[in-house]
């Protein structure tokens, strides 16, 4: 991608003349599309302003839908069968309705039943569903939808899955290249592989000559085959977040259940068997202090158990077998316990005595205890005969539920509870607020735990003393304790086996608790399950949906204590009487277990001798449909008696109490304490209290209370809410008109009753909020009834409809208060929405009413209207006020008149918006509050009315009465009004009141008439405008304007409501800019342009006016995009995310499948491009992050420095000047006033919205007529196009396929938030850079090669986001997004492929084509370079060629840049490992060549390119696949063989030349991928080629900077450095052939103080090289500013190695070409560089702080090196390397090449003797060595820095014995010192260099002797001397020198060398030497010694002593053995003896 985005494009300025620009002006002036975008066009209504929309329903009157032809017939009008009727029957959970059977049934019950039982009424609009409110694009129906794509084949995926291809062969020739053979392998043998190779398939008719119109036609078809249909499909789906306008059908209201545990009862089992056992259940939550379900009774004994009691027991029921249980809770918490109480036959005895065998006997000691049981067993059977109907407490145990939960389910619960706690859009907060656990603490979930089998074994004896509920929460709080007392308590032994686990969804063989049978019961005989009604903890909101009324009473207590006579076994017995009979006794107590379904009386247990016993006793009762006056509870007192006496009766009645159920019409509950009555009651008892003494009656304890009970009704029939049952009452009172009526204790008669029904309509606001919502729906429904059928009371109808629709307000916003948790994300009650949904109807008149319809299949009654609007009359006045006109007197005419008109009702929705215009403030709030239930209501009832009433056939603006629309108009206004005054004090009402009344306008248009809509709207914008103009925060208004635009616009008939089929009409008198723009002409076309066209693609007055809708959204995006719009970032988000949506919608609706369908829907979003294009200086770059987004307009444009400017021209006030004359008065000051600085340009979109823009943009581009698209084009101006083809490069660039490994990479950066959030940042930090700035650093940043993955917006483009929490996806999910990424790519590259074929037929005629074509064909050149698909490459290809076949001259005569572009592209796609890319990419590299050839016979150009390229990419391509790139070579040449028409030409010839050129680069390129793995091998290789290059001055640069980049990769940066040096000279040698400046460097020389290296490139001499020669040196470097560049970049390698001082030597060569150019800029800058530079020297003098490098020598031994066999080489490695490191490092990389146990590191650093080598193996011997220096050297090289840089020579020392070892005694220790001579000097562009030669001298014992006192002594001094001193290291190095015990010590040394006078006189210097040595050493401790007496403290004296006298010691030792003298030593110097001291004489072996 080398050029084409490197440069700035900038280059071509058109040069544009004065006439031109007058022309531009002419048109800025006239306010035509290009200038300011808020002056639109045409009619000139400004953007901000509304345009008046046309009327709808004229318009389609006087168009019918006739007139369009097939298809788009659908689009001109709403379907007839848009809105119908649904009868939805109601869902009943069981299989019988459960309702009452008796018919006497009072009014309340028989309301009740009707509601409960009639099926729901929807109106509904049968495309709703299309629409994107209802329909929604999610993630999950994109990936439906993505079902069934193909896979693109992408070149980058095919790449990693070949990794081993067949060049990675271990055949051990290939292991290696030798280095030192030619350049090239044998040109003969290249020929000859290449002509055996198979060539690819040829492209058939390539080499016909056809007319270019065909080829063009021939491609289109092939492009247009197989396309996706729905772009965005492939787009991940809109943010959920912008949804404002997303629905949902409400839920069916339905019975509300809890979490739901199932709980089975398995076995019970005792130590003994004796007698029958009963088990209870029920939960109970101990911080409540509540039972919180009603009890389960169950029995497991064994039948022959069960048979003791056959006396009892006839047939028990089905039902009362049931073993398991569903209980519901709905407020799960960790204090909840399921109680388990068992009970046993009554029996003689206390409990405890009755536990005492359980207690004590053991099931082992059975046979012991065998009479004890048998005679316990006998007793049992006799109490079961004789007591068998009573029970007795007997023990009970608890489970501690959140124990189960949580050990049961921890690692399930994880896993499926996240699937519940985060549910989707849809269903969040669906389950009511009982989802809200109560505080943190006790979230605690029953749901989705793993199912648990319990064994319960203890149980603890019931206390009869503590039976009650207080004792048990007490008991079960003590449980909690670790510390129990229960737990010392001595346990009845049992196993209780229970099953818990969570209840399944459905279950079977249910029973609910009416003990209906649960829908599905598959058979009635199978033993059921039973759901127990849950009592909840807390209040529970829901409406009932199903009948119930049941009745618990709970006895618990009795006081008989004063009750004289044999009272103390009590039991007592509860009837239900209907009347005082004793057999009126109703069946209607449900049966425990093992009994009858349902009995006529029941017992409490009996507790034995106690007279006040307590009770835990539940009684369950079905209460009957009709509950009167005389229906009571009777409680009956027995003594039973245990022991069979004669004479005595089993029980005796000892008293009586008794409760009457109905009070004043109210069922009566709650706690009661009665007192008891010793005898029987008299008759009629039963219609008073027993509080009421009556005469003759014996009270126990003188009628004091004595028995305490309680009763709670659960009851869907009895609100049990005082004011509720006051307001039912008297509505069924005026309903059945029966008077006078008793309420309370008043008497109500006609004249009174209205009075109570006002004050009870104001009082329910009163009412207690659980029964208030349980009943909601029987409120509603009576208050809608009284606002349409006001009630007649003494033959006047009662105007009640304010009182009505006040409580109305007040219910509703209860309601909503109490499920405020609920509500969904809009603020909505999901409770009210499905009663608007569902539940409400209109209140039936009779059928047979005058006027009325006939009747329709929802109910007997349908609506009936009367003359105008019902009066409210009253007959008995002579005057009545007009409800809806309080100052309107109506005369009352004959009673039948006013009977007629009474019958007539009003209609809810006028009477609901009339009351709402005419509300007060406080009812007004309230409605304000929750206006989207009015609004709905009103909906409802608008289409209830039009749909019974048969309406639909009837004109729109004939469907409702005028002053009805009035009243909306009026609210609509009002609403409006609040919601803008309400937006800064209470964001949250504004918002949810915006959007209702959005979604009220737009159901509006689905029922009125649309244009009287679209007024309101243009209203509502209205005073949304004058706001803004003061509005402290306009982004607030214009958020909410924008969401209620995009609810308007989320209609499903959205298409229709624009009008897509009208033509748009040019407004009627030509406004002057439109003479004006049609004057003149455009830059395409020779006529003038077509104003239709403009207006289509402009926000133009007529299209804003024709396209309502669309213009509204369109002109939303636009102000949001506009540079000073506030809050810009959200709003672009929100602006462009709503067409985005609108777009998706229209792609997945089936509606707009067919083409020319969509083709009209895309007309409406036309301007979306002109809006783009415009937009573009702020969209995100992807192309190369932030900097020159307008790379081709700036080419086409004439030169403009500000890209900001609005009109994207040139400057309206400069070119004003230019064309001669004034500006224009009325133009904006604003934009026409100063140049267009960056702040104008306005705030950035973010990466995310700015990619969403662009795939809207591509949808039209797909979608649009392709001729109006070319009409467009032709009207465009040249820079407007150069826009347009920018934003074209733009979507390639973003829509990029990133490959599989970015899918597995990215799946760590999940975070969309966060990702948005950087790319916002680093927008605001770096978008204040110039973009002009930006692209010079840019592009001298850019590698010299393309495809560097654009890093940047990789990472911020959020196209993962969907997942936004979840951060790792399954392999499948990253397949799935590589398959719809790769897709996408290729679709949005084709589109862009279209279009620009549309532009190139659209400027074919053009004068300033050669221009727009070159843009033209850097877009599609970048489409190419940029990963793509094989089949866009195919497509992308075959457009290429077309291009360069009808227009050549663009690459062959103007800059050589675009043909070195389309060259590197070729050849990379020559290479693919894809077949079909390869062959279309081989014939257009074919075709560019005999192109090329045809027009001037020489093909030098494209020779020279494609050899460069080649090299270019073979440097730099990692996957680059050279087998696949020599079948492309030959397909080329077999093109050429076969290609008649040149058959007599050269050219073939030429052809085969060049391929045979390029086949030898590819050979060397093979050893290179064989050696990727190897970085040394590889640089080696490269350096070959390069060096093979040194005749071809192109490419051996090429090939230097591909190896700076290689270095640069691994780190080597003083080696890239290097190669850039070498690169600087060879263009230095060049431009000195050129001529001869005296700036210039002289050519290779002057860089020789910068590396002595470098005069290799001075092999380059006059006879190789020609510079006029075409095609030769023409590369951008071979020029000064190349130059410059080069050792610019130099000079930063050399900064990143740390080798400042070179960076000077660098600078010293750049400043004078600089200051020949006067570039101060560059030299300010150079000489700042410097500074730092010269710094960083100083600071870091000593040198550690930047350490240059470690070098080791490594040798290689052995065949399998094959060219590296016996090679020695010195390896520069990172500094601080140690041994270990790199001899791993080799070892590990060989290893892996040659194979396990082939490769030997040597450890030593001796000689390698070959022949002991095994010949198998492969040897690597590595040695640390030194830089070493001459003396002579030393003076020169000071600093650090001259040690480290230019080293040649190299040192190391191996020890050794004579017997081999490495070390041994002194006297026989020597030491071998090899220096090593490289070939190049370090560092050089390579890290390794040949070791040329090599010198080893060997020290005898003696001279290692000397070598290492000499290093002692040095170690003393630099210790003592050194400042500031360090003690410990003197010490440390003194206590080696003196100390006595040092191993080989100085005393050693001395005694060994110096205690004899040598034999030899050869050895006498050597001795002599040491002797001096050691003086020295002497001296030297002597000065250590007294150093360190300076600087100890007073602890260290000790220490120092020792010292010194271990010194004294040794001096003493040493003083004889220095003090000997050498006669000889004195004779003159032989000449045998040889200056041993001097380098060169030592022994000598060379290698």
Known sequence: MAAAERRAFAHKINRTVAAEVRKQVSRERSGSPHSSRRCSSSLGVPLTEVVEPLDFEDVLLSRPPDVEPGPLRDLVEFPADDLELLLQPRECRTTEPGIPEDGKMDAQVRAAVEMYTEDWIIAHRRYQHLSAAYNPITTETQRERQKGLTRQVFEQDASGDERSGPEDSDDPRHSSGSLDDTPRSSGASGIFDLRNLAADSLLPSLLERVAPEDVDRRNEALRRQHRPRALLALYPAPDEDEAVERCNRPEPPREHFGQRILVKCLSLKFEIEIEPIFGILALYDVREKKKISENFYFDLNSDSMKGLLRAHVTHPAISTLARSAIFSVTYPSPDIFLVIKLEKVLQQGDISECCEPYMVMKEADTAKNKEKLEKLRLAAEQFCTRLGRYRMPFAWTAVHLANIVSSAGQPDRDSDSEGERRPAWTDRRRRGPQDRTSSGDDACSFSGFRPATLTVTNFFKQEAERLSDEDLFKFLADMRRPTSLLRRLRPVTAQLKIDISPAPENPHFCLSPELLHVKPYPDPRGRPTKEILEFPAREVYAPHTSYRSLLYVYPHSLNFSSRQGSVRNLAVRVQYMAGEDPSQALPVIFGKSSCSEFTREAFTPVVYHNKSPEFYEEFKLRLPACVTENHHLLFTFYHVSCQPRPGTALETPVGFTWIPLLQHGRLRTGPFCLPVSVDQPPPSYSVLTPDVALPGMRWVDGHKGVFSVELTAVSSVHPQDPHLDKFFTLVHVLEEGAFPFRLKDAVLSEGTVEQELRASLAALRLASPEPLVAFSHHVLDKLVRLVVRPPVIGGQIVNLGRGAFEAMAHVVSLVHRSLEGAQDTRGHCPLLAAYVYYAFRLPGTEPSLPGGAPPVTVQPATLARGPGRPASLYLARSKSISSSNPDLAVAPGSVDDEVSRILASKLLHEELALQWVVSGSAVREAVLQHAWFFFQLMVKSMMLHLLLGQKLDTPRKLRFPGRFLDDIAA????????????????????????????????????????????????????????????????????????????????????????????????????????????????????????????????????????????????????????????????????????????????????????????????????????????????????????????????????????????????????????????????????????????????????????????????????????????????????????????????????????????????????????????????????????????????????????????????????????????????????????????????????????????????????????????????????????????????????????????????????????????????????????????????????????????????????????????????????????????????????????????????????????????????????????????????????????????????????????????????????????????????????????????????????????????????????????????????????????????????????????????????????????????????????????????????????????????????????????????????????????????????????????????????????????????????????????????????????????????????????????????????????????????????????????????????????????????????????????????????????????????????????????????????????????????????????????????????????YHRELERNYSRLREALQPLLTQRLPQLLAPNTAGLRNSLNRASFRKTDL
């Open 971 to 1998: 609210l609509v206004g009002s609403v409006g009004l609040e919601v803008i005054t309400r937006v800064h004090k209470d964001a949250e009402l504004a918002e949810r009141l915006n959007a209702s009344l959005a979604f009220f306008l737009s159901d509006l248009l689905s029922l009125v008439d649309r244009g009287f809509v679209f007024s309101l709207v243009r209203a509502l914008y209205k005073q949304v405008a004058t706001r803004l103009q003061s509005a402290p925060n306009p982004a607030v208004l214009l958020t909410l304007r924008m969401d209620f635009t995009r609810i308007l616009c989320s209609h499903e008939h959205y298409v229709t409501l624009n009008l897509p089929c009208c033509p748009l009409s040019p407004p009627a008198s030509p406004s002057p800019s439109v003479s004006s723009t049609a004057s003149q002409s455009s830059t395409f076309s020779s006529q003038a342009p077509d104003p239709k066209v403009i207006s289509m693609f402009e926000l133009s007055g007529p299209f804003r006016q024709q396209h309502f809708l669309a213009g509204l959204l369109l002109t939303e995006l636009a102000l949001a995009m506009e540079p000073e719009a506030e809050g810009a970032s959200l709003l672009h988000k929100k602006a462009i995310c709503a067409v985005h949506t609108l777009l998706c919608s229209h792609d997945a609706d089936p509606r707009y499948a067919e083409a020319t369908v969509k083709a009209r829907v895309a007309e409406l979003y036309l301007p979306l491009l002109s809006l783009s294009r415009d937009t573009l200086p702020r969209l995100h770059d992807f192309a190369e992050g932030p900097g020159q987004r307008s790379r081709l307009a700036s080419m086409l444009d004439s030169d403009t420095e500000g890209e900001g400017d609005a009109g994207g021209t040139i400057n309206p006030s400069v070119a004003m000047a230019i064309a001669g004359g004034p500006l224009a008065p009325g133009s904006r000051a604003s934009i026409s006033q100063g140049p267009a600085t960056a702040a104008r340009s306005g705030y950035a979109l973010s990466a995310e919205s700015s990619r969403t823009l662009l795939v809207c943009v591509l949808w039209v581009l797909k979608n649009a007529e392709p001729a109006l698209l070319q009409r467009w084009a032709a009207d465009l101006t040249l820079p407007q196009l150069g826009r347009v083809l920018d934003l074209l490069y733009l979507c390639l660039a973003a829509f990029e396929y990133k490959g599989k490994k970015a899918f597995e990479r990215i799946n760590s950066l999940t975070f969309k938030k966060s990702l948005d959030m950087k790319a916002r940042l680093e927008e605001a930090i770096l978008g204040t850079i110039g973009a002009r700035q930006e692209m010079v650093r840019r592009s001298r940043e850019r590698s010299p090669f393309g495809n560097q993955e654009n890093v940047r917006w990789r990472k911020s483009i959020t196209h993962w986001r969907q997942t936004s929490d979840r951060v790792d996806k399954t392999k499948d999910e990253m397949e799935h997004e590589a398959l719809v990424d790769g897709n996408l790519a290729t679709e949005a590259s084709l589109v862009v492929l279209d279009t620009l074929e549309i532009i190139v037929q659209t400027v074919m005629l053009s004068e300033a084509r050669e221009s727009i074509l070159g843009a033209v064909l850097k877009v599609v050149l970048y489409s190419l370079g940029s990963a793509q698909s094989a089949l866009f490459l195919q497509h992308g290809l075959a457009t290429q060629r077309a291009l360069v076949s009808k227009f050549p001259e663009l690459l062959f005569e103007e800059d050589t840049e675009l043909c070195a572009d389309l060259c590197l592209r070729l050849l990379r796609h020559c290479g693919s490992r894809i077949s079909a890319i390869r062959t279309h990419a081989s014939a257009s590299l074919y075709l560019l060549m005999r192109q090329n050839f045809e027009i001037g016979n020489n093909f030098a150009r494209v020779k020279m390119q494609v050899t460069m390229s080649l090299s270019s990419l073979v440097g730099t391509t990692q996957n680059f696949s050279e087998e696949h790139l020599r079948r492309s070579l030959k397909t080329i040449l077999t093109y050429a063989e076969e290609d008649v028409g040149l058959r007599d030409s050269t050219f073939a010839e030429q052809v085969q030349d060049l391929m045979f050129n390029l086949h030898m680069i590819l050979t060397d390129t093979v050893k290179m991928k064989e050696h990727q793995e190897d970085p040394e091998m590889l640089i080696d290789l490269m350096y070959r080629i390069a060096r093979g290059y040194q005749g071809s001055p192109d490419l051996r640069l090429t090939w230097l900077q591909n190896m700076a980049g290689k270095h640069a990769e691994l780190g080597n940066h003083a080696e890239a450095a290097q190669c850039m040096v070498h690169a600087a000279a060879l263009v230095a040698e060049y431009l000195a052939l050129l001529e001869d400046s005296r700036h210039l460097p002289v050519g290779c020389v002057s860089f020789q103080n910068i590396s002595s290296n470098v005069l290799e490139e001075s092999a380059i001499s006059d006879d190789i090289l020609s510079p006029d020669e075409e095609g030769f040196c023409s590369g951008k470097h071979f020029t000064e500013m190349g130059l410059v560049g080069l050792l610019e970049q130099a000079a930063v390698y050399f900064t990143m190695g740390g080798l400042y001082e070179a960076v000077n030597e660098v600078y010293k060569t750049l400043i004078p070409i600089l200051e020949a150019h006067r570039d101060y800029k560059k030299l300010a800058a150079v000489h700042g560089k410097l500074q730092e530079a010269f710094t960083k020297i100083m600071h870091q003098s000593s040198g550690w702080e930047r350490v240059f490098g470690t070098y080791f020598r490594v040798g290689f031994y052995g065949s399998r090196f094959g060219d590296l066999d016996e090679q020695e080489f010195v390896y520069k490695e990172p500094s601080i390397t140690k041994l270990a490191e790199i001899s791993h490092r080799l070892e590990e990389f060989y290893t892996e090449r040659f194979g396990e146990d082939v490769v030997e590191i040597i450890k030593d650093s001796n000689p390698v003797d070959k022949t002991k080598l095994d010949p198998q193996k492969a040897y690597i011997q590595i040695t640390y060595v030194e830089p070493h220096f001459d003396t002579y050297e030393l003076k020169d090289r000071v600093t650090y820095f001259d040690r480290n840089y230019g080293l040649r020579t190299f040192l190391f020392c191996t020890p050794f014995t004579p017997d081999g070892r490495a070390h041994g005694e002194l006297p026989e220790q020597h030491k071998r010192k090899t220096l090593l001579s490289t070939a190049h000097a370090f560092p050089y562009i390579k890290t390794r260099i040949r070791v040329c030669h090599r010198e080893e001298t060997v020290l005898t014992p003696v001279e290692v002797a000397i070598e290492d006192m000499q290093k002692k002594t040095r170690e003393l001094a630099f210790a003592t001397e050194q400042d500031p001193p360090d003690a410990k290291m003197l010490q440390m190095v003194l206590q080696g020198s003196v100390g006595p015990t040092v191993n080989q010590g100085p005393l050693e040394v001395a005694q060994v060398f110096l205690a004899e006078i040598p034999e030899d006189p050869k050895l006498f210097r050597h001795h002599n030497k040491l002797r001096l040595c050691f003086k020295d050493f002497c001296k030297k401790c002597e000065d250590a010694l007294r150093k360190n007496k300076a600087l100890i403290g007073p602890d260290q004296k000790e």
